[in-house]
């Protein structure tokens, strides 16, 4: 079967036109950046845990009637979406200090947030992704107070969600960044989490020891990164029990 027309590709996935109107087929590459791409490797069976992942992720998102851009998975590396009209924003949500907000509060990296702090910053690689204020977002057109006001209720669900499902198994959600798109239903218009959700745009510690289950493992040169990613995939279930890394899936012509 031949490759359909590639759409758009990024750091870690890449989008491809989909069988019907108004879809994409989402690809996740074996590729791990870090710091704005100045640091990359080729981590063999990250795309496949991340797909996965992403797919467990927006399942239940859905189920408890959080709309998502998921419509299934197809394969180990590629699932079916919906086209979104993506805003170009990040949603951070972070519930324990770490990362930039450590550097630029001096705030011990792990200290308890007194409730969980949304943030946004613009989408520009070229820009590192710069923090941005509600009044910059308004104010340049990129989202409106609606949308504004839509947006952080969506992503504190997602944290609800996300929260009590990680704790369940042992595991500490410090903080993630999500994406949100616009889709149209005639007249009306619907934000939905796009993107993915994974350890890529998460960080996961274990809750009793603290290790690093996501992608500062890469960042900090920390140990296998698809290992951190498999032990995530195994607490969940999505993972078989036994397993010990997730391998590039052999091709069959």
Wanted: aromatic share 8%; glycine share 8%.
């Amino acid at each position: 079967m031949a490759r359909r027309k590639k759409i758009y590709e990024g750091k870690a996935k890449i989008l491809y036109e989909g069988p019907e109107p108004g879809t994409f087929v989402q690809y996740f590459k074996d590729d791990a950046t870090a710091y704005n791409a100045e640091k990359r490797d080729v981590i063999e069976g990250k795309g496949v845990l991340n797909n996965r992942l992403s797919e467990f992720f927006m399942t239940g998102l859905n189920h408890i009637g959080v709309p998502t851009h998921f419509l299934k998975r197809i394969n180990m590396r590629e699932q079916l979406i919906r086209s979104v009209e993506i805003i170009p924003l990040e949603v951070i949500v972070r519930n324990f200090a770490a990362g930039t907000i450590s550097k630029r509060l001096g705030l011990e990296e792990g200290t308890a947030l007194p409730r969980p702090i949304v943030e946004f910053c613009y989408k520009d690689d070229a820009l590192g992704d710069p923090l941005v204020s509600e009044e910059h977002i308004i104010a340049f057109g990129w989202a409106s107070q609606q949308d504004m006001d839509d947006m952080v209720a969506l992503a504190l669900r997602v944290n609800d969600y996300m929260s009590g499902l990680m704790y369940g198994v042992g595991i500490k959600l410090v903080d993630f960044k999500i994406e949100i798109g616009r889709v149209w239903e005639g007249d009306y218009q619907r934000l939905i989490i796009a993107d993915e959700i994974s350890p890529d745009s998460c960080r996961l510690w274990d809750i009793e020891t603290g290790q690093k289950l996501d992608k500062d493992v890469f960042r900090r040169d920390l140990g296998n990164l698809t290992d951190a990613y498999t032990e995530v995939a195994r607490r969940l279930g999505v993972m078989p029990a036994n397993a010990t890394h997730m391998p590039k899936p052999t091709l069959i012509n």
